[in-house]
């Protein structure tokens, strides 16, 4: 049995084998396991060829025997969800104390508020429920699929929780940064939050003793039916998620992208 196709062995497909047919039977079970990713490809077949592997088993069927050939189409598998991650790790040395990661150190949660009045300086008035992104984790991710909110316009915000750098005296800023994207499309963009609500490393977080709220603007969203249409802060439009139905979907579950994570925690 061989496979001639433009797709990767063990990369984009693999196929358990051989297939045995027992005396006085005439049919064997072939399985073809196919590989998801996160990358738009076009559609491709996968042409599997069967084939006797020596010349006895050749002996045992008629030699005008037509040995069947499948073929099998693999295409992309566009989600109509939109997911956005939320970054901001970097690096804080504080001298002789060592130097520290915020990815472990500083918590920020995404939240998702009405835009219909919303006020930056109480964006709890109008939040719609959706805590995806209040993990304590970096990045923090949301996804929304088509229905969890209705049409509208939405503000996606964020709360500055906790902030294990509050009072070591280290200024450094610490932005937040949408990486906003749709599986099986071309759809991958970088927003930066609103710049005039980037903390600093010495600022305390709602949770920390002698902290208080910190909120930014980290991007907008218009909900239109299944379309997300997302702007910065600017309301300047960065892209839109494709319409349209999932195709076939390849088995194995969908990768989604890994970002580094600092390693080394604050004692």
Known sequence: ????????????????????????????????????????????????????????????????????EITTSVTNFKSPN????????????????????????????????????????????TDVGIY??????????IELAPGMLEDGEYIVWFDLWSNGFAGYGNITQVPVTTLAYQIGTDLEEEIAQDPSGIINADMPGADDEGGYSSNAILVKLKVEGSKFTLSDYKD??????????????RSGEIVKKARAKGLVSMN
Do not use: R
């Not at 995806?132 to 991710?141: H, S």
């Not at 439009?237 to 979907?249: D, F, L, N, R």
């Open 1 to 68: 049995m061989q496979s001639a196709t433009k797709l990767v062995e063990h990369d984009d497909f693999d196929i358990l084998g051989p297939v045995t047919i027992a005396p006085w039977e005439t049919e064997g079970k072939l399985v073809v396991y196919t590989y998801a990713d996160t990358a738009p490809e076009d559609a491709k077949n996968l042409v599997i060829t069967f084939k006797m592997n020596s010349l006895a088993e050749k002996n045992l069927v008629h030699p005008d025997n037509v040995f069947p």
């Open 82 to 125: 939109l997911i956005m991650e939320f970054h901001w790790a970097k690096d804080i040395d504080l001298g002789e104390d060592g130097v520290y990661s915020t990815s472990n150190n500083v918590d920020f949660d995404a939240i998702i508020s009405t835009a219909e009045g919303f006020d930056i300086t109480d964006p709890w008035a």
């Open 132 to 141: 995806q992104g209040a993990t304590g984790n970096e990045p923090e991710v």
């Open 236 to 249: 300047v439009v960065i892209g839109s998620t494709k319409s349209g139905q999932p195709k076939t979907e």
